[in-house]
């Protein structure tokens, strides 16, 4: 719901997200997100509209805040109004 999705923005930004991390591979704006020697990357926007994604620290999902899609850290869409996800192939 979105209560538990602006915690999860929120502790996101006050412990700085020092777990995410932006950049571009092949020309591509990616997210990577790390946790316990893994790294998830994906697309850092939201196949809908083009909106930035953020990551919501608690669920662990990256969210659009534009039409709330969803994603889990594999990339796959699981709310839409997406239907594609956001996986990155290297």
Do not use: W
């Amino acid at each position: 719901d979105a209560c538990s999705s602006l915690k999860g923005y929120y502790e996101g930004f006050k412990n700085k997200n020092n777990k995410i991390e932006y950049k571009k591979i092949n020309g591509i704006d990616v997210m990577i997100y790390k946790e316990n020697d893994k790294e998830y990357i994906v697309k850092r926007k939201c196949p809908h509209a083009k909106c930035n994604l953020l990551f919501n620290e608690i669920e662990k999902t990256f969210d659009c805040p534009c039409h709330s899609s969803r994603f889990d850290l594999e990339g796959n869409p699981i709310k839409g109004p997406s239907k594609y996800n956001i996986k990155i192939l290297l």
